[in-house]
């Protein structure tokens, strides 16, 4: 079986470290092609490589993760893309999935046991 390809997308280093260097991605059948810290860095990536999935931010600069969303859509339409944010906030959450998310995951809530569902 072939693993599926996964990009992390966060503007917090420390962040995007934590969830690259703490999730056992292997055992979820997946390998990360990449991490980057703003959108734009992504639309290149995404027009040369192709991946399967994509966990990015909401809340970024230059680019937020809606924008990110429906831009990365119109290149690889059948990315699977889970919003991830640090706000419980309803509006940010609904222009996700408007613009593409499947899924959306609140930073507090990221831990292994969530990948488990």
């Not at 056992?24 to 027009?47: E, I, N």
């Not at 944010?85 to 408007?98: E, H, T």
Request: charged share 25%; aromatic share 12%.
């Amino acid at each position: 079986m072939s693993m599926r390809k996964l990009i992390l997308v966060d503007d917090e280093p420390l962040f995007l470290k934590y969830l690259n260097n703490n999730v056992d991605w292997k055992k979820y059948g997946f390998v990360v092609a990449g991490t980057f810290s703003s959108g734009p860095d992504v639309l290149t990536y995404l027009s040369r490589h192709t991946v399967d999935s994509m966990i990015t931010d909401i809340k970024m600069p230059l680019m937020d993760g809606s924008d990110l969303i429906r831009h990365a859509l119109e290149i690889q339409k059948d990315l699977y893309i889970v919003a991830l944010s640090g706000y419980d906030d309803f509006p940010l959450v609904k222009g996700a999935f408007i613009n593409g998310a499947k899924d959306y995951m609140l930073k507090i809530d990221v831990n292994t046991e969530n990948f488990e569902k």
